[in-house]
């Protein structure tokens, strides 16, 4: 990957930025001389994002809302965390239990949930948050401080996940997207995977024969394509997402997990056209496709293969509950009466212009996708009745 060409449009950072980001850099670089000067992208991107303290979502920083880094669909309007939870109701109202979310962002979308869920009379009887970013987790413990005692007594704060398996929902938004990722350049008939070295410049792509585990996955990838893909053709696998799927298997006794995302089916994930891959960088509002530059202060994702998601439901004996665009799922679950309800014009100009941000394919509802893993839960699903893309998977 080479340095984005208008670097000029990041805005500068920070001294203390700046500080952070080269203490980051000096623990990278001296992982690369430890392992013999390059690293995997994927443990890369763990230190980038993860590493304790120093890491981007370990380390205090304004990532979303207006201020912050990048806006998610919660962030956007309360009525996207309204049509979770009214598709959360429908499966609580079957057998009770409770809510498991991962990654809570500020916590909007969880009192909103817990607002609409009071509002439709199926509470869960706990809402449990896992948060690995210890900033998040304070800023969710301040939003959430705000709701009804009724409502805030249900929240809890978990530190992994929890042993015994529960009832209800599990709930991710812009988590998988964060799983770290490995990079591959197809050519001359094989395979290579792309890792992190270091230059005079800092640091850079270096190539390195993939492992067996990277190569399979590589071939399985490549036979599920129409045709072969071009020479010099680099993208993303994301080994990590099986683990985690099985993983969260072992919390789910009955009930949903819910995932919404950015990100394809396989076939269309590894278009030939997309060269490049989907690696992309988010710092202050601006995208960019720069990974090696403001180490710690700056999101780095990619999207999501929604196959390989499938793939890790059916080896862990999970089904495919459903699987659409952000915007079919919206519209099933009635967000067009959620904005009528408005109590007066003004109100209802508002809601519609953030409905739009959600639902229109230029914004956000094309490029996310929410798919719907079940265990012994057989009812049909609100949120995928428009729309059932689970044939593409």
């Not at 996940?161 to 591959?184: Q, S, T």
């Not at 792309?194 to 071939?219: K, R, W």
Request: aromatic fraction near 6%; proline fraction near 6%; charge should be negative.
């Amino acid at each position: 990957m080479t340095a984005s060409p208008p670097r000029s449009i990041l805005p500068p950072l920070s001294p203390e930025e700046h500080a952070h980001s080269e203490t980051l850099a000096a623990l990278i670089r001296g992982q690369l001389v430890a392992s013999g000067g390059w690293l995997s992208f994927e443990r890369f991107m763990e230190l980038a994002l993860y590493a304790p303290g120093l890491g981007y979502y370990s380390a205090g920083s304004a990532k979303l809302g207006p201020g912050g880094d990048f806006v998610t669909a919660p962030e956007v309007s309360d009525l996207f965390g309204r049509c979770v939870a009214r598709q959360c109701a429908a499966v609580l109202a079957v057998g009770g239990g409770e809510i498991l979310e991962l990654g809570a962002g500020s916590g909007r979308m969880a009192g909103v949930v817990l607002r609409e869920l009071a509002a439709l009379r199926v509470l869960p009887e706990r809402y449990a948050i896992l948060e690995v970013s210890a900033d998040l987790a304070a800023r969710q413990r301040e939003h959430l401080a705000k709701l009804p005692a009724a409502l805030g007594e249900r929240v809890v704060w978990l530190e992994r996940l929890p042993e015994r398996p529960l009832k209800g929902v599990i709930l991710a938004n812009e988590v998988l997207d964060a799983l770290p990722c490995r990079r591959v350049s197809w050519g001359n008939g094989g395979v290579a995977e792309v890792g992190v070295a270091m230059s005079e410049e800092g640091f850079c792509d270096q190539s390195a024969a993939a492992d067996e585990a990277l190569t399979v996955a590589c071939e399985e990838i490549t036979a599920a394509l129409p045709a072969p893909l071009p020479d010099g053709y680099t993208s993303e696998v994301c080994l990590r997402l099986t683990p985690w799927v099985l993983s969260l298997v072992q919390c789910l006794s009955r009930g949903l997990m819910l995932f919404c995302d950015y990100g394809l089916p396989r076939r269309h994930y590894y278009h030939p056209q997309r060269v490049s891959g989907t690696l992309r960088c988010h710092y202050r509002q601006r995208a960019h496709d720069d990974p090696y530059i403001n180490l710690g202060v700056q999101d780095i994702t990619a999207w999501v293969d929604f196959t390989r998601v499938a793939e890790a439901a059916a080896e862990a004996g999970l089904v495919v509950g459903g699987f659409a665009t952000q915007a079919a799922f919206l519209l099933s679950v009635g967000i067009e009466a959620l904005v009528a309800e408005a109590r007066d014009t003004r109100e209802r100009v508002r809601l519609a212009g953030e409905a739009r941000r959600l639902l229109m394919p230029e914004e956000m509802g094309e490029a996310f996708k929410v798919i719907a893993l079940t265990r012994d839960f057989e009812e049909p699903l609100r949120g995928f009745a428009l729309q059932d893309l689970r044939g593409s998977l």
